[in-house]
């Protein structure tokens, strides 16, 4: 074997650098090497030292200065060491593949294609784009931008912030060739900056897409808020032909997310039996997600049975069931929790405390929510952030505690931001307490004078104050200033194991509902005559003013023996119902209405006899059906809010 073999293979077998810096040492001083095997095996070392597992950017950066006239070759390796570090955006780290860059331009060395990739690389991890842009136009002049594997690093950095995908759909669209990188990163580019059309646009064209591209375009679909159209991908990707590709952890990870988002719990169990079909295995990641899809959708038990079966639980995923029972306002259940996890060293972080505190006011557990924040800090070191901070404006604001709230925000060491100031908007609507939220609405109007809801909720407030001379002076001002909502109210809902959308056109008068209302209390009333209700018993002479898990009072719904039944979280100081937010009916079948996952009574939502009801108000109400893909009859479907009326949603028969 010739010195040159013997000394190469000795640096690809080397452990660390230590032995690394003999070899140099030998290197260095032998004789009966060429220079030019010496040059090839420091370029050699220079790669074991800065991209292999040792990954000593250090000991290669003094190596690379102890050549006195680097190569090509050696500029390259440490451009792409210095790209891969991924240095911090404000590092000098994350110049110095430039700097070497310029050094070699310098020294008379010119690029080659593998030159710009990782220069472009490097560009792609700092916010700053106008180096990058510096580096294209190299490209150009070089003669390289017919150059696929530049091009595609290209297309990457531009993709990589959103604001610039139209840059990369420039040079994507001068490319003659195009492989499947090509295609994925100026799909991944437009999902990125949130226009989920044009990246659906260009997946659709797209040949050969592979796991990666669903991947983006599912996940992407799921946090661009359009999870239905995410549920279809899906279906299209099962039954693409010759095209099809098998789903991975990621996809079915992004899909359970689709139906959390839904409510789809009928898709969120077929998505789990398709996992046990396919053998995919259930780790932490889709483990975690089955957990929150079970719990938003209302199968708390399911949810913990998911959880206690995982062999392996990490922080994340007893932070999914603490989150799970915060939504439920199963406070007493997410404190066990926590205190199980911290029993078995699991450290809690940031994401745990927002369950907690959401628990807390849900439940309205003032004093554990006060120990919560304060532990955050002073025990476990967690830095609060502003969401931490709205939480516990909502605990607190929930409770009547508006000085403490209003002093809370005071505190702040950042500015406080809509979803704060809206915590305590929320308060005031709850307690009808106009001089706080009076002030606070105006400031939110001040902040997003266009969103519509901040001037609803003035407009609330003034009318259950009795103040309509000024519900209409906001009214004018909205008419005024062209403020309208964006959207009609719709609704995304699972019939049957289809996902539809639908919205409603119209309104009914006053004098329509107060017939509905009365219709609705006598309906309800007769369902209580008999102290029966599916199964549960109930104290009789409670009676309903309105409906049942929706609007009015509920004085007297549960006995003693009414199962796991749960509405506490919603009562006020005399026992009357008062949910604090818009109660949304899940889901509807041929003849009941059932109270689904995203109310959050409780384990045992009965049902309630609805066929004459869905009659009579198909006659009060005009509907659209916004999936106008197909004819269908109408049932009803009807989202109730606290003093603001019966919002009504038409259901397509499958």
Not at 359 to 386: L, N, P, Q, T
Not at 531 to 547: A, C, P, R
């Amino acid at each position: 074997m010739s010195s040159r073999s013997a000394l190469l293979q000795l640096i690809n077998d080397c452990k660390n650098v230590r032995e690394l810096k003999q070899i140099h040492t030998q290197l260095v001083k032998s004789l009966s090497i060429t220079e030019s095997d010496r040059g090839f095996l420091v370029n050699r070392l220079l790669f074991v030292g800065a991209l292999s597992s040792l990954q000593s950017l250090t000991y290669a950066a003094n190596v690379f200065n102890s050549i006195k006239n680097p190569n090509l070759s050696a500029y390259n390796i440490m451009i792409r060491a210095f790209a891969s570090k991924h240095g911090s955006d404000d590092g000098e780290d994350q110049s110095l593949g430039l700097g070497l860059y310029k050094r070699m331009l310098f020294e008379g060395i010119a690029p080659d294609c593998l030159t710009f990739p990782f220069l472009l690389k490097e560009r792609a991890n700092v916010s700053d784009t106008s180096r990058g842009r510096i580096v294209h136009g190299h490209v150009v002049k070089f003669g390289l931008d017919k150059d696929i594997f530049v091009n595609n690093n290209m297309i990457s950095m531009y993709s990589s912030h959103g604001a610039f995908v139209d840059c990369a759909r420039k040079v994507f669209d001068a490319m003659p060739e195009r492989d499947v990188v090509s295609w994925n990163s100026v799909i991944v580019g437009y999902l990125r900056a949130g226009d989920l059309d044009s990246a659906s646009e260009l997946f659709g064209r797209m040949k050969g897409r592979n796991i990666i591209t669903w991947n983006s375009i599912i996940t992407g679909f799921v946090q661009g808020g359009r999870p239905r159209e995410a549920l279809q991908l899906f279906q299209e990707m099962q039954t693409t032909g010759y095209e099809a590709v098998k789903p991975d952890k990621i996809t079915m990870a992004s899909i359970l997310t689709a139906c959390a988002s839904l409510g789809a719990l009928d898709h969120g169990k077929w998505v789990h039996n398709f996992l046990r079909k396919t053998g995919i295995e259930c780790d932490l990641v889709i483990g975690t997600a089955l957990i929150d899809m079970y719990g938003k959708c209302g199968s708390v038990d399911r949810a913990v049975e998911i959880f206690r079966a995982m062999p392996v639980r990490d922080n994340l995923a007893w932070t999914a069931m603490i989150s799970v029972f915060a939504l439920h306002g199963l406070c007493e259940e997410a404190f066990r929790f926590f205190e199980e996890m911290q029993a078995l060293g699991l450290k809690p972080n940031h994401v745990t405390f927002v369950g907690l505190l959401t628990a807390c006011a849900h439940s309205g557990s003032v004093e554990r929510g006060r120990w919560c924040f304060d532990a955050m800090r002073c025990i476990y070191k967690i830095k609060r952030e502003v969401r931490h901070y709205a939480c516990m404006v909502d605990l607190l604001s929930r409770a009547g505690l508006f000085k403490e709230a209003e002093g809370l925000i005071g505190t702040m060491p950042v500015e406080p931001d809509v979803f704060v100031w809206g915590a305590l908007l929320g308060g005031c609507l709850v307690h009808g307490n106009v001089d706080v939220g009076e002030r606070v609405a105006k400031h939110l109007i001040k902040i997003e004078p266009a969103n519509h809801v901040f001037y609803a909720n003035l407009c609330d407030l003034y009318a259950r104050a009795g103040r309509i001379g000024d519900v209409k002076r906001i009214r004018a001002l909205m008419r005024a200033r062209g403020i309208q909502k964006e959207v009609p109210g719709c609704s995304m809902i699972e019939i049957d194991g289809i996902v539809r959308e639908f919205s409603v056109r119209g309104s009914a008068k006053s004098m329509i509902m107060e017939e509905l209302f009365w219709f609705l209390n006598r309906l309800v009333q007769k369902e209580f005559d008999g102290g029966q209700y599916h199964g549960s018993k109930v104290k009789k002479g409670g009676g309903l003013n309105y409906i049942a898990y929706a609007v009015g009072r509920m004085t007297s719904l549960w006995g003693e023996d009414a199962e796991t039944f749960r509405p506490e979280r919603w009562l006020n100081e005399n026992g009357d119902f008062r949910p604090r937010e818009p109660l949304q009916i899940h889901r509807i079948s041929f003849n009941c209405l059932t109270a689904g996952p995203r109310i959050c009574l409780g384990k045992e939502l009965a049902y309630m006899q609805m066929k004459i009801l869905a009659a009579l108000l198909l006659n009060f109400f005009e509907f659209r059906l916004m999936d106008e893909t197909k004819e269908a009859e109408y049932r009803t479907m009807f989202t109730l809010h606290m003093d603001q009326g019966l919002h009504l949603y038409a259901l397509a028969r499958s």
